[in-house]
Nanobody, 124 residues
């Protein structure tokens, strides 16, 4: 079992930045690929980014490419999402996920463990 707790969400103006954190506990953090997804009201859960087990690879959704950066610190059992140049359409609940086994896994069904989510609101 892996427990995930997100933090760092909030309200920010368009063009601003936020950094989300996801702290993991339980089984060895470094065994898992980690990812961020987001879900806006009335929409399906959307893939944001994933980072491979030892940070050997990162992969991004088209809507965030060039603006968001995913990273992990295995010593701290934490994965991060640095979000720059935020837009109102980035407004959503952001979820951390663990357990993807496929290379560049981008579907929610690829992940086993999920956090409770953190709200990000970008005002125009």
């Amino acid at each position: 079992q892996v427990q995930l707790v997100e933090s760092g969400g909030g309200l920010v103006q368009a063009g601003g930045s936020l950094r989300l954190s996801c702290a993991a506990s339980g089984r060895s953090f470094s065994d898992y690929s980690m990812a961020w997804f987001r879900q806006a009201p009335g929409k399906e859960r959307e893939f944001v980014a994933t980072v491979a087990r030892w940070s050997v690879d990162t992969y991004y959704g088209d809507s965030v490419k060039g603006r968001f950066t995913i990273s992990r610190d295995n010593a701290k059992n934490t994965v991060y999402l640095q979000m720059n140049s935020l837009k109102p359409e980035d407004t959503a609940v952001y979820y951390c996920a663990a357990g993807g086994t496929a290379w560049r896994a981008a579907s929610p069904t690829d992940y086993t463990y999920w956090g409770q989510g953190t709200q990000v609101t970008v005002s125009s």
